[in-house]
């Protein structure tokens, strides 16, 4: 039986996939057919690369948990709900920690109130009426002068006054040195007094031992009229500058640091008034009083043109009616004084001493000096 003879089949030929890239190029030179998908592929995935390799170089790099610091992960830090937040300033800003915050102006900060926020109760509860406008410090301010025109007129001389003022400014002023030693005895005063109180007070003197000192200086040591219109000038002058000096001092230039032309122009005006008023009409209503002491009155409704001693020395006499003015357009004259005198004392600024002690007796010295020259 014959063998049939089997060929052997080929070897079939297998096509291997397209090289890539990299393999080609670690090819020397050859470079093997690429299908159109594989080329397509091959031109997305390189464009992904450039794009992804050139966001790499611009964003920074990333900080992995393990190296970021314990301080960056703590979570922020709550305020403190027992301390107050500090109030917002006008401006939105900060505030600085006073009740009425000074503004960029220097001009404005005349009708403020700077004061420290909480040392008196009172003054955070009733923020506008006590601190910023001292109505109850006010209303005590001027009540003096009604109740020193009240004794006045009840024939109630000078000298049976000042006992009675220096008789209450010695408890008044013992009482303000303990405090300054004892804290809790000085929390007990302020919250019983805080209302009549400014905030530098509190660790200062109140301003009623030199209201009480500058009334007894001008009642004791000057004549009758001119005693009681510095107590007058002191109570109602400096209230008047005071209180228009914060309402309208930003809108007027500022003289010195605190004083304004509003205030200035207010004490001013309310001399002028006070003195028209008293020597004009209050003095002939009440009279003369049998206790009156001699030289009670330097003002009798006429003034001099020229002192006693320059018409000696051109010898004229001094009964001349030539040489004097009398009636309204004196009283006119010594008004005018007056609102200059209490404006003046008003705006200057002794050592630093407490307006309720220099008003009074500056006020005296100034209309004493000019009755002296020209009365």
Known sequence: MPVASRTVPETPRVISPSPSLSDTEARDGYLAPVTRSAARRQGLSGVREVASDSERSRSPPERSPSNTSPRQRRPPRRSNPKIPASPPAADGNTSNGFLSPKTANALRDTSRSPSPLGLIPLHTRYRSFIHRHEIPRKALHVSIGFLTLSLYSHGIQTSQITPVLFT??????????????????????????????RETEVSGYNGVIWYLLGAYVVLRFFPKDVGVMGVLLLSWCDTAASTFGRLYGRYTPQLRQGKSLAGTLAAF??????????????????????NDPEGSFMFTGRLNLFPSSVRGLLGWSTDDASTMITGPLALGVMSIVSGVVASGSEFIDLFNWDDNLTIPVLSGLGLWGFLKIFG
């Not at 008044?172 to 030693?181: G, K, L, P, S």
């Not at 008023?277 to 003095?283: A, L, M, N, Q």
């Open 269 to 290: 005006t309310v001399g002028v008034i006070t003195a028209a008023t008293f020597w004009g009409c209050f003095v002939p209503w009440a009279g003369t009083f049998p």
């Open 168 to 197: 209450a400014l010695v408890p008044i002023a013992v009482t303000d040195i303990i405090r300054h030693r004892s804290e809790k005895f000085n929390k007990f005063y302020i919250r019983c007094m805080g209302a009549l109180m």
